[in-house]
């Protein structure tokens, strides 16, 4: 079958609304653990698609099977070339959980799915483990960055993990051994739900595990030690975090100017002139779903903040290599922008201004008398507000200690209409 896609919002189709596509979340034990409503779906379907692993747990299929293509995108536009011809998706567990699922339903109505869920990997980790699954923070590194667990890794916390493949659990053990993390304790659980299925215990500091399924979910106690590297909840992360060659908003500052940046939940920021990244990470880090597209034009420093992302864990924070206004065509709408550098050169402020939403926030820190000069001006145009903020830090002077003074700076804050 050659894939194509019917239009290019499926969900405006004029196709009737009635249900043609199933998908079954299957386990380990098969058919055995599929219920009947699930199984008579299953064989009455014209086309099963799945993975080789869950095509063969269903076996033995009466009807045409497909193994789900790759790369894995080519497998949508297929599934839509069938609207109203009965079809089956399999997938691993609950589909809506870090499945295929959502993606699904992104291009497909909801009442044209009828769906049967098997137990989550997650759901069956923290059954095995005795936890409550609401108490636990769940963490997907499949086919994702493994530093993207950074940030969950907080003291006394219990973390449920899917692995990428059976190197994974190794991989956190080592990650946390950095962090000051030895003493947590580190549960693999193989191929639950099924014959093969596995529990091994282990501690972060002397993690011996071999020959581990790939189908495997780790799950953490984190225990941190009095000098473990744990990501703070608050902004303001201390500057020596940061790999940076200067061009660094100090500690003190950037808590200052990520309260005026005001982020939300979901949000998009652009940093403008990111330097070591480090207002972008900060944002990153105040929600999960959080993401910052940061604009800095030298190489090395680009390289260098995306460093700085992985080693706090801040993996949605995506580095452009080049030179604002230029730089910034094509960019999806931010909520909100920080330009940190380059504010007084021509078409910066233009550019941003007139991509960011309305009820986006925008902040401006000046150092230089040119750029506060250019600060007075457009809030006599556009208004917001504007504060001097000055930093001293205690600093040994000789034998004895004295207060040093920072370059003061001018921010400006503005709300777009």
């Given at each position: 079958?050659?894939?194509?896609?019917?239009?290019?919002?499926?969900?405006?189709?004029?196709?009737?609304?009635?249900?043609?596509?199933?998908?079954?979340?299957?386990?380990?034990?098969?058919?055995?653990?599929?219920?009947?409503?699930?199984?008579?779906?299953?064989?009455?379907?014209?086309?099963?698609?799945?993975?080789?692993?869950?095509?063969?747990?269903?076996?033995?299929?009466?009807?045409?099977?497909?193994?789900?293509?790759?790369?894995?995108?080519?497998?949508?536009?297929?599934?839509?070339?069938?609207?109203?011809?009965?079809?089956?998706?399999?997938?691993?567990?609950?589909?809506?959980?870090?499945?295929?699922?959502?993606?699904?339903?992104?291009?497909?109505?909801?009442?044209?799915?009828?769906?049967?869920?098997?137990?989550?990997?997650?759901?069956?980790?923290?059954?095995?483990?005795?936890?409550?699954?609401?108490?636990?923070?769940?963490?997907?590194?499949?086919g994702r960055a493994l530093e993207r667990i950074i940030p969950h890794l907080q003291p006394g916390a219990r973390l449920l993990a899917l692995s990428w493949d059976g190197s994974t659990p190794g991989k956190l053990a080592d990650l946390m051994m950095r962090r000051g993390l030895g003493a947590s304790a580190i549960t693999v659980l193989e191929a639950m739900g099924g014959p093969r299925e596995r529990i091994r215990h282990a501690t972060a500091s002397d993690f011996g595990l071999a020959e581990i399924d790939p189908l495997n979910t780790v799950a953490i106690e984190v225990v941190a030690a009095g000098d473990a590297r744990i990501v703070p909840l608050a902004p303001g992360l201390p500057d020596s975090w940061f790999e940076n060659d200067g061009q660094l908003t100090k500690a003190e500052m950037r808590a200052l100017t990520l309260a005026a940046l005001s982020p939300k939940a979901g949000e998009l920021l652009w940093d403008i002139g990111a330097g070591a990244g480090s207002v972008g990470i900060e944002w990153c880090l105040r929600h999960p779903r959080n993401c910052c597209i940061g604009i800095e034009e030298r190489e090395e420093r680009a390289e260098r903040a995306r460093r700085n992302a992985?080693?706090?864990?801040?993996?949605?924070?995506?580095?452009?290599?080049?030179?604002?206004?230029?730089?910034?065509?094509?960019?999806?709408?931010?909520?909100?922008?920080?330009?940190?550098?380059?504010?007084?050169?021509?078409?910066?402020?233009?550019?941003?201004?007139?991509?960011?939403?309305?009820?986006?926030?925008?902040?401006?820190?000046?150092?230089?008398?040119?750029?506060?000069?250019?600060?007075?001006?457009?809030?006599?145009?556009?208004?917001?507000?504007?504060?001097?903020?000055?930093?001293?830090?205690?600093?040994?002077?000789?034998?004895?200690?004295?207060?040093?003074?920072?370059?003061p700076v001018t921010q400006w804050v503005v709300i777009k209409p």
């Open positions: 079958m050659s894939p194509f896609t019917l239009n290019s919002d499926p969900k405006s189709s004029t196709t009737p609304s009635r249900p043609w596509l199933t998908i079954i979340g299957i386990g380990e034990d098969g058919r055995a653990g599929l219920s009947a409503a699930a199984l008579a779906a299953l064989d009455g379907a014209e086309l099963v698609i799945g993975g080789a692993r869950h095509l063969e747990l269903a076996a033995p299929l009466a009807v045409r099977a497909l193994v789900w293509p790759s790369p894995f995108a080519e497998g949508y536009p297929m599934i839509l070339a069938r609207r109203g011809q009965p079809t089956c998706v399999l997938a691993t567990g609950d589909p809506f959980h870090y499945g295929v699922g959502a993606e699904l339903a992104r291009r497909i109505p909801a009442d044209e799915i009828v769906s049967f869920p098997h137990a989550s990997a997650f759901s069956l980790a923290a059954a095995r483990m005795g936890w409550s699954l609401p108490e636990c923070e769940c963490v997907s590194l499949h992985a080693e706090l864990g801040a993996m949605a924070l995506d580095i452009r290599l080049g030179r604002a206004p230029e730089a910034l065509g094509g960019l999806p709408a931010p909520d909100a922008v920080f330009i940190g550098g380059g504010a007084s050169e021509p078409g910066v402020f233009d550019a941003a201004w007139a991509a960011l939403k309305s009820g986006g926030r925008l902040v401006i820190n000046a150092i230089t008398l040119e750029t506060e000069t250019l600060l007075g001006t457009l809030h006599a145009r556009y208004g917001g507000a504007m504060r001097r903020l000055a930093l001293s830090r205690l600093e040994r002077v000789g034998s004895m200690h004295g207060w040093r003074g920072a370059m």
